[in-house]
Each structure stands twice: as C-alpha cells, then as structure tokens.
C-alpha cells in the first residue's frame, strides 16, 4: 500500500464516504484504483483511503499521488460546506446567542445562511460565495495532506481554519443585527398603527401622490392639495427644519389619520420604503390606485396637479 489518507470523523461520516467515491470514481478512467476502509478506533471512526498498488495510472507516479491528495481535499472541503457549515453555524449561535427564543435563532440562521450563499447571485444560479470559501478550504486541507497522512476534521476546522471560523463569526453577528433592526422596524410600525386607532379621524380620505426626488404632494377627498406649510403648522412640534419629507409624510398621515389612504404610484422613481411603510401602518385602510388622471401627471408642475381633482 503506496499511498494512504486516514479520515477520522465524529459526524457526517458517511457523507464523506459518499462524497469520496463520487470524487474517485470520476478519475477511475485515469487508471486511478482506489478503496476506502473503516477503521474503528475508540470512539471514532476513520476512513483509510489507499491507492491500490496495481494502478495502471497513465500519469507518472508523482503526479498520481498529487492528485490522490487534491481529489480527497476537494471531497472534503465540499463536506465542510455541504453540512459542516451549517452545524457551525448552528454552534454559534448557541453559544453566543442562545438568550434569543428558538424561533429567532432559527430565524438568525435562515439571514446567516442567504448572507452566505450571496443573495444577489441566488436569481443566476451561480453561488459564488460559496465556491469561493470551498476553494479557501481545499487549498488548506491540500496544504495539511502534503505533510500529513492523517486528518480529524473537527480538529482540522477548529484549529487550521480559524479565518473560515472568523468568517462565520462576522456572519452570524450581521444576521443578529439585521434581526434586531427588523424587531425594532415591526415595534416601529405597531406603535404608529396604535396611533392611528386610537385617533379620531381628521379626513375621511388622503390621496398620496408620489413623485420624483422623494417628493409627494396630499389631497383630500375633494381634490384640493395640502400644502407644506399646512403640514407644518399641522405638525409644529416635529417642524424644526430637521425633518425630512418622507418623516413629514408619514407624520402628517399618522395626525390626520384617514379612514382612506389612496396611493398613487404613477411616478416610478418614488421611495419604495416610505410606500411600504405607509401599506403596513394604515393595512386595510389603503387604496393602491391602478392608474387615473394624477397618476399619469407625476411630471407635471405642482401647481397644475393641485388643480386637478381625484376620481
């Protein structure tokens, strides 16, 4: 026996030996025989991986061994990604966040795992991301084989991949952030809906036109447009020149809370956030308008579109 790799493992043994054959029998064709073996030992189990000695490899005795080693490196960089990855990320979220309730940890895990796997490369098919931290895998494991015969994986991932550990870290922090800005967002929107219950309706209705640069223009039911220094003197505690047109908005909707909010989203540059905080705070008490005479006016002159009345 030339040429042999000891596997030891405590989990996912035998998606490692699955993974390994696959790798093996994909070079058989280059007269590459190899067999794998358990082998017991305390409360372990390793997988002794040997080139057997009547090979007929058409490559030279160096570079089969070579590739010996980068085929079970490859194998098992793709089992740290395929199931390692989640197991670790599970672990720490356990040991450093487990005062959230189990439906936030798992929560956690879900914003991990897309953080991970990229979301903007999920639509092409093509996860980057994760190809690019196996290949960082393989080139340490590759590394590790050149000078070991030997491997145990928790031990190799503990102490050999401490970047990979870090990565998985900084991803579990991120995703706890992003819970608990989502937390603070949906408690955001539960106190202005609140709001808006417990006041007495000051319009039966507002149309909301929105328009280009983040600007909106209101009107109430009979057409007539709501100005800005209306808003303001309607809002003269919020009104110190801070305040942004989206907050205006939002505000003067929340004080004037309307039985009808009726959303015009002609333009097609609005601001999508604002929209969609207005949806959630008002909820059955929105109107998407489907298209009329102040949707299509969006570009026009403000002082024109004060003049037109909604259908």
Same mark, same amino acid.
């Given at each position: 026996?030339?040429?042999?790799?000891?596997?030891?493992?405590?989990?996912?043994?035998?998606?490692?030996?699955?993974?390994?054959?696959?790798?093996?029998?994909?070079?058989?064709?280059?007269?590459?025989?190899?067999?794998?073996?358990?082998?017991?030992?305390?409360?372990?189990?390793?997988?002794?991986?040997?080139?057997?000695?009547?090979?007929?490899?058409?490559?030279?005795?160096?570079?089969?061994?070579?590739?010996?080693?980068?085929?079970?490196?490859?194998?098992?960089?793709?089992?740290?990604?395929?199931?390692?990855?989640?197991?670790?990320?599970?672990?720490?979220?356990?040991?450093?966040?487990?005062?959230?309730?189990?439906?936030? $940890? @798992?929560? !956690?895990?879900? %914003?991990?795992?897309?953080?991970?796997?990229? &979301?903007?490369?999920? *639509?092409?098919? #093509?996860?980057?991301?994760?190809?690019?931290?196996?290949?960082?895998?393989?080139?340490?494991?590759?590394?590790?084989?050149?000078?070991?015969?030997?491997?145990?994986?928790?031990?190799?991932?503990?102490?050999?991949?401490?970047?990979?550990?870090?990565?998985?870290?900084?991803?579990?922090?991120?995703?706890?952030?992003?819970?608990?800005?989502?937390?603070?967002? $949906? @408690?955001? !929107?539960?106190? %202005?809906?609140?709001?808006?219950?417990?006041? &007495?309706?000051?319009? *039966?209705?507002? #149309?909301?036109?929105?328009?280009?640069?983040?600007?909106?223009?209101?009107?109430?039911?009979?057409?007539?447009?709501?100005?800005?220094?209306?808003?303001?003197?309607?809002?003269?505690?919020?009104?110190?020149?801070?305040?942004?047109?989206?907050?205006?908005?939002?505000?003067?909707?929340?004080?004037?809370?309307?039985?009808?909010?009726?959303?015009?989203?002609?333009?097609?540059?609005?601001?999508?956030?604002?929209?969609?905080?207005?949806?959630?705070?008002?909820?059955?008490?929105?109107?998407?308008?489907?298209?009329?005479?102040?949707?299509?006016?969006?570009?026009?002159?403000?002082?024109?579109?004060?003049?037109?009345?909604?259908?």
């Amino acid at each position: 026996m030339a040429e042999a790799i000891r596997i030891g493992a405590k989990k996912y043994l035998p998606a490692i030996r699955e993974t390994l054959q696959k790798e093996f029998h994909l070079f058989r064709r280059e007269g590459l025989q190899i067999e794998i073996k358990e082998e017991p030992r305390g409360d372990q189990v390793f997988l002794l991986c040997f080139l057997k000695e009547e090979h007929k490899s058409t490559l030279g005795k160096e570079e089969t061994y070579d590739l010996f080693r980068q085929l079970v490196a490859n194998a098992l960089a793709a089992v740290i990604i395929s199931h390692w990855e989640l197991y670790l990320v599970k672990e720490i979220v356990h040991q450093h966040y487990n005062y959230f309730n189990r439906q936030e $940890r @798992e929560k !956690i895990i879900e %914003l991990v795992l897309q953080g991970l796997e990229g &979301e903007q490369n999920k *639509g092409s098919g #093509h996860h980057i991301y994760r190809v690019h931290r196996q290949n960082r895998i393989f080139y340490r494991l590759l590394d590790y084989l050149n000078d070991s015969r030997e491997i145990v994986l928790e031990g190799f991932i503990r102490f050999r991949l401490k970047e990979y550990m870090e990565e998985l870290r900084d991803a579990v922090d991120r995703a706890v952030d992003d819970l608990m800005l989502e937390q603070e967002y $949906r @408690e955001f !929107i539960r106190l %202005l809906r609140y709001f808006v219950e417990v006041q &007495e309706p000051k319009q *039966g209705e507002i #149309h909301v036109l929105m328009l280009p640069g983040n600007k909106y223009q209101l009107m109430d039911g009979q057409g007539d447009a709501l100005t800005d220094k209306e808003l303001e003197e309607m809002l003269v505690e919020l009104a110190d020149g801070n305040i942004s047109s989206e907050d205006l908005l939002i505000s003067a909707l929340i004080s004037l809370a309307p039985d009808r909010v009726h959303l015009h989203l002609g333009c097609t540059f609005f601001n999508r956030e604002v929209v969609e905080t207005i949806k959630k705070v008002f909820a059955d008490r929105i109107d998407i308008c489907p298209g009329c005479c102040l949707c299509g006016q969006s570009g026009t002159k403000k002082e024109e579109r004060s003049k037109t009345k909604p259908r």
